[in-house]
């Protein structure tokens, strides 16, 4: 690659990794980079902010494997269901489908004191679920999540 042609491709990447450096929930929840040329990045933090709005807060006792939050209904304020840890210990997140199954997604990483991040993605609006929290650490401290949807 010519050092002209690196220089190009650097131009392209860079606001690209700078929106992802001020928007990390932006990197975890949406699909789409901004078009940062028509205000593309003020619309995905608004967007993003729309969706996190509302976001429903549960604290779990001590004492517990985790647990379960829900039943809610997948609306057409987020595209994803997006789960944020506010707890001092990492746990694990999944989604089950009420409707369809008692069987979860697949498992998606929180740590500690975490943004939100997807735990599933496309969810069809309407759509009736469940997050369950699994974890060794909550005997000693209670888990705290918010859910976005």
């Not at 001020?22 to 940062?36: E, G, I, M, Y």
């Not at 987020?78 to 489908?97: E, G, P």
């Amino acid at each position: 690659m010519s050092p002209s042609s690196a220089r190009v491709l650097l131009g392209a990447a860079l606001p690209l990794v700078t929106t992802m450096a001020l928007f990390p929930q932006a990197a975890q929840a949406s699909q789409a980079a901004p078009d940062l040329e028509s205000g593309g990045a003020n619309l995905a933090a608004a967007t993003l902010a729309g969706c996190y709005d509302g976001a429903a807060h549960r604290v779990f006792q001590q004492g517990g494997w985790g647990g379960e939050v829900g039943t809610f209904t997948a609306s057409t304020r987020c595209l994803d269901i997006n789960v944020r840890n506010d707890s001092v210990f990492s746990t694990n997140a999944c989604v089950v489908f009420v409707d369809k199954t008692n069987n979860c997604n697949y498992w998606t990483y929180l740590p500690a004191k975490s943004g939100f991040y997807v735990v599933a993605t496309n969810v069809r609006d309407g759509a009736h679920f469940r997050v369950r929290f699994s974890n060794n650490f909550f005997q000693y401290d209670p888990l705290i999540s918010d859910t976005a949807y």
